[in-house]
């Protein structure tokens, strides 16, 4: 008799209320009318009242640079999230010899600077490479002498520094029982890891994972620092050439303000594909 | 090879693997010790195909480690196991315990043995008819809409057909184990294992449960049932086992058992718990 009460709840539970028909009406609330008021007044004071006449001059570079930092923020996202997973399991249940050596590299990586990581890479590996001729004769040498191999290469370990320990939580955290279950039944070990553990250890972290996201959206600037050209980069090369200190902020912020949503909204449709409630 | 075989034991999943009263699993005084703590003392059994072994005991007395013993979820300190015939290999650890020495054969193992937890610890993030056909199609290589054509016939069969697609977060503690039931079924299984399948239950979905065991047990499956059910295994059991402090106490059928117990203790148990 509660059988159809129970079941309901995958499509309409409460967490789920958007797609709740009631809420989806074509009549906006009213305080959203106000707030959506406001928000177009500001933006329309904002382009009338402030100087945006040297937009067309940088309109390509700030498409690189956008460009630039979508994609360093994508593939240092994928890259450290799949350096994170052995990492996690290492400290999750791997032997002392993989535990702590994972361990030392995420409390090394959490414990000091994104800026100071990514010039002692830079500055460092960056100078040593070129006293090597062996180095300097390899194919990679044309990478090895730009800047954003040693930014990814930085952002990666970093990213992959916090979602190691994030992916250890996730792994010490899907109980026993359901492991068991899988060896009760002869399942070889890597196949417990691919079909039973790896996927319930993401459901949980999915979450943090993408407030993880964000903030690694907002570690792209430091970039610049080692001369890659990213949006933040942009925007203070426009604010060095046009002597404007607003202006050129403000367009950062919405962009920055823009992905941000974009992550989220993606994470937020990778959750709802999954079943919300894990025992 | 598992699948061939598995196909070729029986070509309808809903009847026991085999008829002939074969012996399924041999148990011969087996030790189980957590440290300084001898958890079982020489215990044997001996399960032929179609036999409805209960062990009942007090807790603590070892009832659940003798199962989990048997498809090497703990590994025995001491003792032989024979499953299907099949002496499981061990090697010793050289601090007085032994290990499996062949993992591949402790999976051959026990994908033909099917394991009903007390948890149910049906898998969270698949719905009930992706759980009934993981193992199937991921231990035992059948084809997947082979697999699922079985696990449907199994879902009606325990009653669950209506609940193929949830998740079991959102089902009844009685549906999951049904569903756990049903699981354990689709490996075709030679020995069905319950480790006191309805402990975690409420009350009132507890008779679902039993009912489903009980079926299975009229048509002549092999099972050994941890259970604290005395009425139910009086009633399934071919063969009752009493376990107290790690060794048999006593055993025989059920009318022996709970008809005229010997031993002190087991009277005393089976005033306590009726």
């Excluded at chain 1, 059988?3 to 906006?28: A, C, G, M, Y």
């Excluded at chain 2, 196909?7 to 809903?14: E, G, I, R």
């Amino acid at each position: 008799m509660s059988d159809t009460q129970i079941e309901v709840p995958i499509e309409t539970f409460p967490i789920h209320k958007e797609s709740d028909p009631s809420r989806r009406s074509n009549r906006l609330p009213p305080h959203r009318i106000v707030l959506g008021l406001i928000g177009l007044g500001l933006v329309a004071s904002a382009a009338f009242f402030m100087r945006w006449d040297w937009l067309p001059n940088y309109g390509d570079l700030i498409l690189q640079g956008l460009w630039r930092t979508i994609w360093i923020l994508c593939v240092t996202v994928f890259l450290g999230f799949l350096l994170a997973v052995p990492l996690g399991l290492a400290q999750a249940a791997g032997p002392a010899i993989l535990a702590i050596p994972a361990r030392a590299f995420c409390t090394v990586i959490r414990g000091t600077p994104l800026l100071v990581q990514l010039w002692l890479l830079y500055y460092g590996l960056g100078s040593l490479f070129p006293q090597y001729p062996w180095i300097r004769g390899s194919e990679l040498w044309p990478y090895l002498r730009q800047a954003w191999p040693y930014a990814v290469l930085a952002l990666t370990l970093s990213y992959a520094g916090y979602e190691g320990e994030v992916m250890r939580g996730a792994f010490a955290s899907v109980p026993k029982g359901q492991l068991e279950a899988a060896r009760a039944f002869g399942m070889r070990r890597f196949t417990i890891f691919r079909r039973i553990w790896l996927p319930q250890a993401i459901h949980r972290a999915l979450p943090t994972l993408a407030g993880e996201a964000v903030l690694q959206l907002k570690s792209t600037p430091l970039v610049a620092t080692i001369t890659v050209v990213d949006l933040y980069a942009v925007a203070s090369r426009v604010r060095q050439d046009t002597f404007l200190t607003y202006e050129p902020l403000l367009l950062l912020a919405a962009g920055y303000l823009i992905i941000t949503a974009i992550i989220v909204s993606l994470f937020r449709r990778i959750e709802r594909l999954i079943p919300s409630k894990l025992g | 090879m598992m699948a061939t075989e598995a196909v070729a034991v029986s070509t309808d999943p809903l009847q026991p693997a085999v008829t002939e009263q074969a012996e399924a699993i041999h148990v011969s005084n087996l030790h189980k010790r957590f440290g300084a703590l001898e958890v079982l003392k020489g215990v044997s059994l001996t399960a032929r195909d179609g036999d409805v072994v209960a062990l009942i005991g007090g807790s603590g007395s070892g009832k659940s480690t003798f199962l989990r013993c048997i498809n090497f979820l703990e590994n025995p300190t001491s003792g032989v196991i024979r499953i299907n015939g099949e002496e499981i290999k061990m090697i010793s650890d050289g601090h007085g315990g032994q290990y499996p020495a062949n993992r591949r054969q402790i999976e051959r193992i026990r994908s033909r043995l099917g394991m009903v937890f007390q948890n149910f610890n049906l898998w969270q993030h698949m719905t009930l008819i992706q759980n009934v056909i993981e193992v199937p199609v991921h231990v035992l290589g059948m084809r997947r809409d082979e697999a699922m054509a079985i696990g449907e016939q199994l879902l009606e069969r325990v009653g669950l057909s209506a609940k193929r697609d949830v998740y079991p977060a959102y089902m009844s503690g009685g549906q999951q184990q049904r569903g756990a039931i049903a699981r354990a079924l689709a490996i075709q299984p030679r020995v069905m294992l319950f480790d006191e399948p309805t402990s975690a239950l409420d009350p009132e979905l507890v008779g679902e449960v039993l009912k489903v065991i009980g079926d299975l047990a009229k048509e002549g499956r092999t099972m050994l049932l941890v259970t604290h059910e005395m009425k139910f295994a009086r009633e399934v059991a071919s063969h009752v086992m009493y376990l107290h402090n790690g060794i048999v106490e006593e055993e025989g059928t059920p009318d022996e058992l709970f008809g005229s117990p010997k031993s002190e203790r087991l009277k005393q148990f089976i005033r306590t718990v009726s």
